[in-house]
């Protein structure tokens, strides 16, 4: 009896193997492509994902060497930033989330039969995501309460464990439109903003957004075009009104797409900036 059994069993082990292993490749080489960024060899990679419905955005969080910088990245439509920060992060350690819901840059999704739609940077205080919702269609009482769990997920993944002690995110905008210029008297965003700083040698789109004016007086010294935001900037629900009003010192570098070796040189001044100014972030590798 044995020696028959034996002999079965080992070929099937065998194959069950080649199986799990060719399983295991299949899969692997699937979440290689579903990655838009490139990675690099010794990098890590994790997913946190959250269920809005029938819409999933997956954060995945790619992290290289010793713990430093933290950066997130909200909107799925703007690659460039993800792209500096993993140059940046391969010569410094870091960590680098990226939100990644199908390339556009609104959540859209539906619930009991109707469509929904808001920014992914509007749903960080309770006004904003009415704000938003209403903005692009449909309110509703339940789905304003599984943004807020989504904005939670995103928050709790940026910083694990405590209240963040800065907070660093990546953005890209159009050529034109939207640029520093837009802070200034007599345009859209005059009441967002309590100082600006232009370098006229910079292009316009490009520049740095703070809550603290210590972070926009180091970046004015570095004649980095730079935005403090006020105090009274409108409640839209975005991440950094959310950091004003929890006094989390927060930076947003945001240059026009393709700007990849700006989008790295001031992330590199904010970083410095940042560390310059407050010493003891908790978030930084050993000094
Ligand atoms: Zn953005």
Redesign the pocket.
Known sequence: MKTHFLPRMIPDLAALKYKLLFLMLFSFSIQVYAQHPPVFEGMTIDTTYIVLNDLRVNLVRYGYGKPNINFL???D??DT?IKAAFEYIRFNGGKVIDSQYGDV?NFKFNYWEKEYQTDP?SIYTPAGIKIGLEKYGNFNDEVSKQLERASKVILNLYHAHNKPDYMF?????ADGGFGISSYLKGYDLESAADSVYINSEMDADDLVLVTELALFNGLKAEKVNVVLQSREAPDDGSLSIYAMHQKIPYINV?VQHGHQEEHLRLIEIAVKVLKETYPDLKGNAPK
């Open positions: 990245a909200i909107h439509d703007e930033g840059r940077n995110t990546l953005h890209n905008n945001e």
